[in-house]
């Protein structure tokens, strides 16, 4: 979920950068190389513009293709993370035995750290708690500790041991989207390629015309930045992911 405010003001601040950034780098490199022999050189500064423009794009679309599907990801592990708890909540009242009541507690439990604690109202979700992990081992305990009476409660007692391992794999793998921000050396190519782009257009004149293409071209720049940024960063605003399938999950075993 991706709040307003917080997208509108890093919008404005990767749109409004990158265009600031283009025309300061183009007014001073044309204050700097100043020569009356601009129409000469038109052709191959535009061949070069082209070619600098194409090796940007392809950068940018390499990399908010590779943070989308990153993102992407991380929304299917929330939602597999929930799934793997509802079975062992629903398994464990198939089990139809009194042991299997402290599972259905530490679930709940669970979820309710996960929700509260991992995910707190303000400030960055998702950062694992030890408290989570507690609830998690006293869940797994108490289905290692479950003694099955027949060949229903024996297939049962196996899916929920096999699915509190999913569990903490979705855990881990939170946990490692957590780690592992946009590197700093994409960030130096984009504003780099960026900046050699409109000390390109030097050699054209700073006429209305001119001055509109490259403030559209680094627009639409910093605004595939700025998507980049969002799902790069996808505990914290503004594309700061929700546990909406754990809550939902919290909230349907409530009403039971």
């Known amino acids: 979920m991706i709040g307003l405010w917080p997208s509108a003001f890093y919008g404005v601040a990767f749109v409004g950068g990158s265009i600031a950034i283009s025309l300061v780098t183009y ?10 022999e601009y129409e000469r050189h038109k052709e191959m500064a535009g061949s070069v513009v082209v070619r600098l423009g194409a090796l940007q794009g392809l950068i940018l679309a390499l990399v908010f293709a590779q943070e989308m599907t990153s993102y992407q990801r991380l929304e299917a592990v929330l939602s597999g993370e929930a799934n793997a708890i509802a079975d062992i909540y629903h398994d464990a009242e198939r089990y139809e035995a009194s042991e299997t009541e402290p599972i259905k507690a ?3 439990r ?6 509260d604690k991992e995910w707190p109202k303000n400030g ?5 708690s030890g408290e ?7 869940a797994y305990r108490d289905v290692l500790n ?3 009476e027949s060949a229903r409660q024996q297939a049962l007692a196996a899916n929920m041991l096999a699915r509190i391992h999913d569990i903490s794999r979705a855990r881990n793998q939170r ?15 984009a504003i780099s390629g960026m900046i050699l ?3 390109g257009y030097y050699i054209f004149p700073p006429e209305r015309q001119n001055i509109v293409l490259l403030s559209i071209f680094s627009a639409y720049t910093g605004i595939v930045m700025f998507m980049i940024f969002a799902f790069s960063n996808p505990y914290s605003p503004p594309a700061a992911i929700q546990p909406d399938a754990l809550l939902d999950l919290l909230a349907q075993l409530r009403t039971g």
């Open 132 to 138: 989570g992990w507690i609830a998690w081992d006293d």
């Open 197 to 199: 782009i409109a000390a």
């Open 27 to 36: 007014f001073l490199t044309r204050a700097l190389l100043a020569s009356p």
């Open 146 to 148: 479950l003694t099955p």
């Open 110 to 115: 669970y979820l309710q750290i996960a929700t």
């Open 124 to 128: 960055p979700g998702g950062q694992l």
């Open 106 to 108: 530490a679930m709940l």
């Open 175 to 189: 946990d490692l989207t957590w780690s592992l921000p946009t590197i700093a050396i994409f960030w130096f190519a």
